[in-house]
């Protein structure tokens, strides 16, 4: 499957250079390895851990100002700049740059519940599926029809790219209702990239720090979520006991989301999730249907 | 020596390799993902490593699942199909994991037993306008000792002693449970007293979770990080530590991972299997021979399999002359519910799901039932006090709210991990002929074959079954102790389409008639001699209960048929 072979991993590649190679990095980083019989993945080695960033800094900064309108800061709380979304997108959209690739954070736990190791800092290597689907997602299938077996797809490079140029250069300085007008608006460049955009937002606010964003767990200590336990986890008491700690919300019966709440059922989520893909569009369909259900039922 | 291979090393696939290893057999299992715990067939399950952890980034990027970019499925209603809709989404529709050890790596780990009452609904309950009831081949005590043999194997906890006496009486137990239960989470413990005012019993949900140590593994830590998450501490029960890990340990089962099999070979007359095809990752193609085969690919897979394997003697798909293989597509139909508390109630605290409860199994009648043109309704278990991580959580709200402020608001609450307690009830779906698997014409998979193509949408039966129980689910909710509102959403009416869910059945009933089923009793597919269907495929009908433990049993029962049958 691969176009070339025995190339070794890319790494240090400057966005010049990653334009010159038409915005894609080789599917050659993989070796073949065939149908293997069981065995352990292998240890990861994180040959650079910094990799070279895939946008420019003008692309940053626009993106930057971007995850700040998606999560914005207020009241002292921390916004989608701070946590180190735009750096984490950057990271996911440069995951090719670094062997293994930032794709998987790896297992079983960190050290932030008790273990004196890390295991989240080793990125798992990916196989060679991973490694395609990855490198598809994020590539794109680029013209090569033996990966547009269902047509072509359209990386998220090429999206993050081409929706921050169409918010232009000057996004960033652009007072908070212009920037949201532009949000707003009709571009469909602009619309994918909020649709891909947000949902990562999410992820790196709210999601394990090794992915580069919930710096300082900024992210956890909003949301008030203890964040990963493993491998203490929580004692009998803590499991059956009212929280010592167990602040007041301020939630009336009257709050519109409730109605959705019910989602958050342990299957459901997960798959709901799986199909939506990571694109907001999608999930809004999928949600705003189970409010069409739920007030239906009781209109 | 008599060889087997197996097709899919998830719940069904393991027991039977391990169960064919025991007997004396040569096992080849296929399997389309790759191996996620290190050490896998190095050593005991005790010292199994794993690659997951509580990440749920992982989890929304499709680790240990098939990438839906690669290995898209692909669905539309029933009314799609009879406008002739090809398609009306493609994705992730319906899949469950693909690794070795199958979905039971990250699976709830929830272990109830069907009800006695499951197994001949059609003679007791009569037909159902538009569905195709059908009494199993087999009955509860078929299955009881295999539950029982799956249960000590596997770890399963629960206190016989707290179950109610019609769970009893329908799925009778002859011993107590390996070991007790974990400690109940603070959440579902409000909802159980909330049940208590209506009359209903919450009780501890029977788990393949370790409560104490056992077999070498460890108690469970209570992280919460159940459903979606490999269990990082090796505290859970399932196919590869319970059943794969131990036979090839035995020297008599090799593992053959990211291999996609495509195809099932036959002599002329059709009678005999004579090799099972796949491909590699590269797309080269491999095939081996073997005295028997098992498909254990997991429903929707292992029709498409059998499909895939038409040849002249099986025109329309292998031991497809009933016409019946890849229909009666079942998916279970949860009604959600969820308590909403001005105050943390820290849902996420415990194992998974704690409690079940019972009072919804039903079947129930009368006349709200049958002016809806209806027999009965039958619901299932319901799921006690559940909640969500915060980037399940935040994704979920984004749909509502969109981006900004208004979702920051919301998840400075953190609702969703911290002031709900929710409930599944986990509804019985009805089989029906035009609910079915068949390959798409124009998607396929990254080696060009056809990709999976679901035609789904509920029965009448499942919609009136999620608006009737989920009105007597909300009373509970709002009856929680604290609790300030209550919501419902009877998720079969949110579309026609498919539910989103991992609780999948159908596509290869097993049955007598080889007129009316695609498989006999004993899972050999009627009219080829050595093929046997041993998962969730087999299931004539799909009652409320969370599956794997069923499908363990059912796939030793199988398996031990075949054993028995060889000649080694």
């Given at each position: 499957?691969?176009?070339?072979?025995?190339?070794?991993?890319?790494?240090?590649?400057?966005?010049?250079?990653?334009?010159?190679?038409?915005?894609?990095?080789?599917?050659?980083?993989?070796?073949?390895?065939?149908?293997?019989?069981?065995?352990?993945?292998?240890?990861?080695?994180?040959?650079?851990?910094?990799?070279?960033?895939?946008?420019?800094?003008?692309?940053?900064?626009?993106?930057?100002?971007?995850?700040?309108?998606?999560?914005?800061?207020?009241?002292g709380?921390?916004?989608?700049?701070?946590?180190?979304?735009?750096?984490?997108?950057?990271?996911?959209?440069?995951?090719?740059?670094?062997?293994?690739?930032?794709?998987?954070?790896?297992?079983?736990?960190?050290?932030?519940?008790?273990?004196?190791?890390?295991?989240?800092?080793?990125?798992?290597?990916?196989?060679?599926?991973e490694?395609?689907?990855?490198?598809?997602r994020?590539?794109?299938?680029?013209?090569?029809?033996?990966?547009e077996?269902?047509?072509?797809?359209?990386?998220?490079?090429?999206?993050?790219?081409?929706?921050?140029?169409?918010?232009?250069?000057?996004?960033?300085d652009?007072?908070?209702?212009?920037?949201?007008?532009?949000?707003?608006?009709?571009?469909?460049?602009?619309q994918?990239?909020?649709?891909?955009?947000?949902?990562?937002?999410?992820?790196?606010?709210?999601?394990?720090?090794?992915?580069?964003?919930?710096?300082?767990?900024?992210?956890?200590?909003?949301?008030?979520?203890?964040?990963?336990?493993?491998?203490?986890?929580?004692?009998?008491?803590?499991?059956?006991?009212?929280?010592?700690?167990?602040?007041?919300?301020?939630?009336?019966?009257?709050?519109?989301?409730?109605?959705?709440?019910?989602?958050?059922?342990?299957?459901?989520?997960?798959?709901?999730?799986?199909?939506?893909?990571?694109?907001?569009?999608?999930?809004?369909?999928?949600?705003?249907?189970?409010?069409?259900?739920?007030?239906?039922?009781?209109? | 020596?008599?060889?087997?291979?197996?097709?899919?090393?998830?719940?069904?696939?393991?027991?039977?390799?391990?169960?064919?290893?025991?007997?004396?057999?040569?096992?080849?299992?296929?399997?389309?993902?790759?191996n996620?715990?290190?050490?896998?067939?190095?050593?005991?399950?005790?010292?199994?490593?794993?690659?997951?952890?509580?990440?749920?980034?992982?989890?929304?990027?499709?680790?240990?699942?098939?990438?839906?970019?690669?290995?898209?499925?692909?669905?539309?209603?029933?009314?799609?199909?009879?406008?002739g809709?090809?398609?009306?989404?493609?994705?992730?529709?319906?899949?469950?994991g693909?690794?070795?050890?199958?979905?039971?790596?990250?699976?709830?780990?929830?272990?109830?037993?069907?009800?006695?009452q499951?197994?001949?609904?059609?003679?007791?309950?009569?037909?159902?306008?538009?569905?195709?009831?059908?009494?199993?081949?087999?009955?509860?005590?078929?299955?009881?000792?295999f539950?029982?043999?799956?249960?000590?194997?596997?770890?399963?906890?629960?206190?016989?002693?707290?179950?109610?006496?019609?769970?009893?009486?329908?799925?009778?137990?002859?011993?107590?449970?390996?070991?007790?239960?974990?400690?109940?989470?603070?959440?579902?413990?409000?909802?159980?007293?909330?049940?208590?005012?209506?009359?209903?019993?919450?009780?501890?949900?029977?788990?393949?979770?370790?409560?104490?140590?056992?077999?070498?593994?460890?108690?469970?830590?209570?992280?919460?990080?159940?459903?979606?998450?490999?269990?990082?501490?090796?505290?859970?029960?399932?196919?590869?530590?319970?059943?794969?890990?131990?036979?090839?340990?035995?020297?008599?089962?090799?593992?053959?991972?990211?291999?996609?099999?495509?195809?099932?070979?036959?002599?002329?007359?059709?009678?005999?299997?004579?090799?099972?095809h796949?491909?590699?990752?590269?797309?080269?193609?491999?095939?081996?021979?073997?005295?028997?085969?098992?498909?254990?690919?997991?429903?929707?897979?292992?029709?498409?399999?059998?499909?895939?394997?038409?040849?002249t003697?099986?025109?329309?798909?292998?031991?497809?002359?009933?016409?019946?293989?890849?229909?009666?597509?079942?998916?279970?139909n949860?009604?959600?519910?969820?308590?909403?508390?001005?105050?943390?109630?820290?849902?996420?605290?415990?194992?998974?799901?704690?409690?079940?409860?019972?009072?919804?199994?039903?079947?129930?009648?009368?006349?709200?039932?049958?002016?809806?043109?209806?027999?009965?309704?039958?619901?299932?278990?319901?799921?006690?006090?559940?909640?969500?991580?915060?980037?399940?959580?935040?994704?979920?709200?984004?749909?509502?709210?969109?981006?900004?402020?208004?979702?920051?608001?919301?998840?400075?609450?953190?609702?969703?991990?911290?002031?709900?307690?929710?409930?599944?009830?986990?509804?019985?779906?009805?089989?029906?002929?035009?609910?079915?698997?068949?390959?798409?014409?124009?998607?396929?998979?990254?080696?060009?074959?056809?990709?999976?193509?679901?035609?789904?949408?509920?029965?009448?039966?499942?919609?009136?079954?999620?608006?009737?129980?989920?009105?007597?689910?909300?009373?509970?909710?709002?009856?929680?102790?604290?609790?300030?509102?209550a919501?419902?959403?009877?998720?079969?009416l949110?579309?026609?389409?498919?539910?989103?869910?991992?609780?999948?059945?159908?596509?290869?009933?097993?049955?007598?008639?080889?007129?009316?089923?695609?498989?006999?009793?004993?899972?050999?597919?009627?009219?080829?001699?050595?093929?046997?269907?041993a998962?969730?495929?087999?299931?004539?009908?799909?009652?409320?209960?969370?599956?794997?433990?069923?499908?363990m049993?059912?796939?030793?029962?199988?398996?031990?048929?075949?054993?028995?049958?060889?000649?080694?």
């Amino acid at each position: 499957m691969s176009e070339e072979s025995g190339a070794g991993p890319v790494r240090g590649l400057t966005r010049r250079e990653l334009l010159q190679r038409g915005g894609l990095l080789a599917v050659a980083v993989f070796t073949p390895l065939g149908c293997r019989e069981s065995s352990a993945p292998a240890v990861a080695i994180p040959l650079d851990p910094e990799g070279a960033p895939f946008l420019d800094e003008a692309e940053l900064r626009s993106l930057r100002a971007l995850v700040d309108r998606l999560i914005p800061p207020d009241d002292g709380a921390v916004g989608g700049a701070e946590v180190g979304c735009a750096e984490a997108i950057d990271a996911l959209l440069s995951a090719f740059s670094v062997n293994p690739p930032r794709i998987y954070a790896g297992g079983p736990w960190s050290d932030r519940g008790g273990s004196s190791v890390n295991h989240f800092e080793q990125f798992i290597p990916l196989d060679d599926y991973e490694a395609l689907a990855w490198r598809l997602r994020i590539e794109g299938s680029a013209g090569r029809p033996q990966y547009e077996f269902n047509g072509p797809i359209v990386g998220l490079q090429q999206i993050y790219r081409e929706g921050l140029a169409a918010l232009g250069e000057n996004f960033a300085d652009l007072p908070f209702p212009a920037q949201e007008l532009l949000l707003r608006g009709s571009d469909p460049a602009v619309q994918a990239l909020v649709d891909v955009a947000f949902p990562h937002c999410l992820q790196f606010m709210y999601g394990a720090p090794e992915y580069g964003g919930n710096r300082d767990l900024a992210g956890w200590k909003f949301t008030g979520f203890d964040g990963d336990v493993q491998p203490r986890g929580y004692t009998a008491d803590e499991v059956e006991q009212r929280s010592a700690e167990a602040r007041a919300a301020e939630v009336t019966a009257a709050a519109p989301w409730i109605a959705l709440v019910p989602l958050a059922a342990p299957e459901t989520l997960h798959a709901l999730l799986a199909q939506s893909d990571g694109r907001l569009g999608a999930l809004t369909q999928q949600v705003q249907a189970a409010l069409r259900a739920a007030g239906a039922r009781h209109g | 020596m008599a060889e087997a291979i197996v097709i899919g090393s998830g719940a069904a696939g393991s027991v039977a390799a391990w169960e064919l290893a025991k007997a004396g057999w040569s096992v080849t299992v296929i399997e389309r993902g790759r191996n996620l715990r290190p050490g896998f067939g190095k050593g005991p399950s005790s010292q199994l490593q794993t690659l997951y952890g509580s990440d749920e980034i992982k989890g929304l990027r499709h680790f240990g699942f098939p990438d839906p970019l690669l290995e898209p499925y692909t669905s539309r209603s029933q009314a799609d199909a009879g406008n002739g809709i090809a398609r009306s989404a493609q994705g992730a529709l319906g899949q469950l994991g693909a690794a070795v050890g199958g979905t039971s790596l990250h699976y709830n780990a929830k272990t109830p037993r069907f009800w006695k009452q499951d197994f001949h609904m059609l003679s007791a309950l009569g037909p159902v306008n538009g569905a195709q009831m059908a009494d199993w081949p087999i009955a509860y005590e078929d299955l009881a000792p295999f539950y029982d043999e799956v249960e000590y194997r596997v770890g399963i906890q629960g206190d016989i002693t707290q179950m109610p006496t019609r769970t009893l009486e329908q799925a009778p137990r002859s011993r107590q449970f390996v070991m007790p239960p974990n400690p109940t989470a603070y959440a579902a413990q409000l909802l159980a007293q909330g049940a208590a005012l209506v009359g209903y019993t919450a009780y501890p949900y029977p788990a393949a979770v370790n409560s104490q140590s056992f077999d070498g593994r460890p108690a469970c830590t209570n992280c919460g990080m159940c459903s979606g998450f490999g269990c990082p501490v090796n505290a859970r029960g399932d196919a590869m530590v319970s059943f794969l890990n131990p036979a090839v340990l035995t020297g008599k089962v090799r593992v053959i991972e990211r291999a996609w099999v495509h195809r099932i070979a036959t002599s002329a007359d059709g009678r005999r299997a004579t090799a099972v095809h796949w491909h590699d990752f590269q797309g080269r193609e491999h095939s081996q021979g073997a005295d028997v085969i098992v498909v254990a690919g997991s429903p929707i897979n292992t029709a498409r399999l059998l499909l895939l394997s038409a040849s002249t003697a099986h025109p329309d798909g292998l031991g497809n002359s009933s016409g019946q293989l890849g229909r009666n597509m079942m998916f279970h139909n949860f009604t959600l519910g969820a308590a909403i508390f001005p105050r943390d109630i820290h849902p996420l605290r415990a194992q998974s799901t704690t409690l079940e409860i019972d009072d919804l199994v039903g079947p129930f009648t009368g006349p709200e039932v049958t002016a809806l043109g209806l027999p009965y309704i039958k619901g299932g278990l319901i799921q006690v006090g559940s909640g969500a991580p915060p980037v399940q959580e935040a994704t979920l709200l984004a749909g509502f709210t969109g981006y900004g402020l208004p979702h920051k608001e919301l998840m400075r609450l953190g609702p969703v991990h911290r002031l709900v307690a929710g409930s599944q009830l986990v509804g019985e779906d009805l089989p029906q002929a035009e609910n079915r698997v068949d390959l798409d014409p124009d998607v396929r998979d990254l080696h060009g074959v056809p990709a999976a193509r679901i035609t789904y949408t509920p029965h009448l039966h499942e919609r009136v079954a999620a608006a009737l129980l989920g009105a007597r689910m909300e009373i509970f909710h709002a009856l929680a102790p604290g609790a300030i509102a209550a919501a419902i959403i009877p998720y079969p009416l949110i579309g026609s389409g498919l539910p989103a869910t991992a609780h999948l059945a159908g596509t290869a009933r097993m049955g007598s008639d080889p007129a009316q089923s695609v498989c006999e009793a004993s899972g050999r597919l009627h009219g080829v001699d050595n093929v046997y269907v041993a998962d969730a495929s087999t299931f004539p009908t799909f009652p409320g209960f969370n599956p794997t433990l069923t499908i363990m049993a059912n796939s030793m029962r199988i398996s031990r048929g075949i054993a028995g049958g060889s000649t080694s």
